[in-house]
C-alpha cells in the first residue's frame, strides 16, 4: 500500500493570500486526486492531477483559483488561490492506480479569516 | 454527483454491538471501496470489492456486495470506542467508466463504552 505525505496538516490564512498544499506518493501511482471536504459533508472532487499537462477539473473548480502542478508520478500540488473565508475547508489528496484501492493523505484544513 | 449514498447517516451503539451500514448506488461500477475517516482527517482505505466479488473479510470488518441491487454492506463486528467515525463508501468505473473514486455522504458511527 502507498503512503501519501500533505502538507501542511493544517493552516489559517488571511483572506487574499494563497495556500499551497504538498503531496508526496512513496510509490509511483497512475492517478492523483484533489479532493475538498466540507465538515460533516463528503469529498468533493477538485480535479485530477495528470503528470506534465494540465489538470482535468471538475464543473465548479477553475485553474485559475486551484492551480494544480504534478511534475511526476509522485508528487503533486494543489494551490487555493486568493482566498475567502468560503475557502475554508479540508483539502485531500489522494493516489490510485488503476484497479486498485486510492490512497490518501492526512488532509490539510484550512480556515481563511 | 454523488454515486453511492449510505444509510444510515448516523448510528449509536454500545461497545460490543455489532454495526451495519448500506450503500447504495446508481450505475454499474468496477470497485466499491469503503473508507473510515477520524474527525476531519485524512480516509484510511478498509476494504476494495470487485464487482465480480460477493462478499470480503478483515479482521472484524466483512463487506458485502450485491451488483443486482446496486448496494453494499460494511459489517463491524464486536465494535470497539476507537470504531468511532465517520465511514464512507466510495464506487468507481463500470463499463467504460472512470477510475476516479466517488463518494458518498458517510455514516457517522459513535460507539459507546
Not at chain 1, 27 to 55: C, D, H, K
Not at chain 2, 75 to 101: H, K, Q, V
Request: hydrophobic share 30%; aromatic share 8%.
Amino acid at each position: 500500500s502507498a503512503v501519501i505525505s500533505q502538507k501542511p496538516s493544517r493552516d489559517i490564512c488571511q483572506r487574499g493570500t494563497s495556500l499551497t498544499i504538498q503531496c508526496q506518493v512513496d510509490s509511483q501511482v497512475t492517478m492523483m486526486f484533489w479532493y475538498r471536504q466540507q465538515p460533516g459533508q463528503s469529498l468533493t472532487l477538485i480535479a485530477t492531477a495528470n503528470q506534465g499537462s494540465e489538470a482535468t477539473y471538475e464543473s465548479g473548480f477553475v485553474i485559475d483559483k486551484f492551480p494544480i502542478s504534478r511534475p511526476n508520478l509522485t508528487f503533486s500540488t494543489l494551490t487555493v488561490s486568493n482566498m475567502s473565508p468560503e475557502d475554508s475547508s479540508i483539502y485531500l489528496c489522494s493516489g490510485q492506480s488503476a484497479g486498485s484501492e486510492a490512497f490518501f493523505g492526512q488532509g490539510t484544513r484550512l480556515t481563511v479569516v | 454527483s454523488q454515486q453511492g449514498e449510505e444509510d444510515p447517516q448516523a448510528l449509536s451503539i454500545q461497545e460490543g454491538e455489532n454495526a451495519t451500514m448500506n450503500c447504495s448506488y446508481k450505475t454499474s461500477i468496477n470497485n466499491l471501496q469503503w473508507y473510515r475517516q477520524n474527525s476531519g482527517r485524512g480516509l484510511v482505505h478498509l476494504i476494495l470489492i470487485r464487482s465480480n466479488e460477493r462478499e470480503k473479510h478483515s479482521g472484524r470488518l466483512r463487506v458485502t456486495l450485491d451488483t443486482s441491487k446496486k448496494s453494499s454492506s460494511l459489517l463491524i463486528t464486536a465494535s470497539r470506542a476507537a470504531d468511532t467515525a465517520s465511514y464512507f463508501c466510495a464506487t468507481d468505473g463500470g463499463t467504460g467508466g472512470s477510475y476516479i473514486p466517488t463518494f458518498g455522504r458517510g455514516t457517522s458511527l459513535i460507539v459507546h463504552p
